[in-house]
C-alpha cells in the first residue's frame, strides 16, 4: 500500500519570503501522480499542483513550483513571494494509474505572516 | 457552471441516529468519490461510485456506512446509528466519464458531522 508521509506539521513564514514544505512517499509503482492541496479555513480543498512520475520536468504554477526527486520518493512545494493568502493546511497526494483513489498525508499547516 | 455541491454543510446528530449526506457532482461529471477527514488528519479514501454502481469501497466500515449513486439525483452517504467517533468532514469529488483523474478531481466543501 502507498503511504504519504509530511513530517512537517506546521511552518511559518514572512510575508513575501519563501518556504518549501516536505513530503515524502512509499510506493513500488512506476507510473504514478503526486499532487499538493491547498485547504484554506473555508475547508475547500484546492488543487495547488501537480506533477507527473514519468516526467523529469519539475512542475511551476506561478509562485508554485515542485523539487520532485523520484529516486528519494521525495515531492517538495516551494512557495515563493508568500502571501497572507497563502494561509492554509497543504496536503500532499499521490495517485497510481487509472481512476484510483487519492492517499493523502496528513498535511502542513503554513501561517504567513505579515 | 457549478462545482461539486455539498449539503448540509454542517450536521448535527446525536448518538444512535443516521446522518445523511449528499453531493452532486459537477455537471457532465459521473464518478464520485467520498473522503473522511478526522480532525488534524488528512483526507481518506472511503467509496468509489458511477452512477448506480460501487467500483471501490475498500475504505468504507463494514458495518453502519453505505454509499449509493442513483441514475437521478445526489450521491448519499449514510451512517446508521452514528457514533462520536464518527465526528469528521465528509468530502465528496468528482470527475468526468472518461476523464483524467490523474488532473486532480473537483472536490465539494465538504460537511462537518458533529455527533452528540
Known amino acids: 500500500a502507498q503511504t504519504v508521509t509530511q513530517s512537517q506539521p506546521e511552518m511559518s513564514v514572512q510575508e513575501a519570503e519563501t518556504v518549501t514544505l516536505s513530503c515524502t512517499y512509499d510506493?513500488?509503482?512506476?507510473?504514478?501522480?503526486l499532487f499538493w492541496y491547498k485547504q484554506p479555513p473555508s475547508r475547500q480543498m484546492i488543487l495547488v499542483i501537480r506533477?507527473?512520475?514519468?516526467?523529469?520536468q519539475n512542475a511551476t504554477e506561478n509562485r508554485f513550483s515542485v523539487n520532485f526527486q523520484k529516486a528519494a520518493k521525495s515531492f517538495s512545494l516551494k512557495i515563493s513571494d508568500s502571501q497572507l493568502g497563502d494561509t492554509a493546511m497543504y496536503f500532499c497526494?499521490?495517485?497510481?494509474?487509472?481512476?484510483?483513489?487519492?492517499?493523502f498525508g496528513k498535511g502542513t499547516r503554513l501561517s504567513v505572516i505579515a | 457552471n457549478a462545482g461539486v455541491m455539498q449539503n448540509p454543510r454542517h450536521l448535527v446528530r446525536r448518538r444512535g441516529q443516521e446522518a445523511r449526506l449528499r453531493c452532486s457532482p459537477m455537471?457532465?461529471?459521473?464518478?464520485v468519490y467520498w473522503y473522511r477527514q478526522l480532525p488534524e488528519e488528512g483526507l481518506k479514501f472511503m467509496v468509489y461510485?458511477?452512477?448506480?454502481?460501487?467500483?471501490?469501497e475498500s475504505g468504507m466500515p463494514k458495518e453502519r456506512f453505505s454509499a449509493e449513486f442513483p441514475k437521478e439525483g445526489p450521491s448519499i452517504l449514510r451512517i446508521q446509528q452514528v457514533v462520536r467517533g464518527d465526528s469528521a468532514a465528509y468530502f465528496c469529488?468528482?470527475?468526468?466519464?472518461?476523464?483524467?483523474?490523474?488532473?486532480?478531481?473537483?472536490f465539494g466543501s465538504g460537511t462537518r458531522l458533529t455527533v452528540v
Open positions: 455537471k457532465g461529471h459521473s464518478h
Open positions: 461510485l458511477q452512477k448506480e454502481n460501487i467500483i471501490d
Open positions: 469529488a468528482s470527475s468526468p466519464l472518461g476523464g483524467r483523474p490523474d488532473y486532480g478531481y473537483t
Open positions: 506533477q507527473e512520475a514519468y516526467k523529469q
Open positions: 510506493t513500488s509503482e512506476n507510473n504514478y501522480y
Open positions: 497526494a499521490f495517485m497510481k494509474l487509472g481512476n484510483t483513489p487519492l492517499v
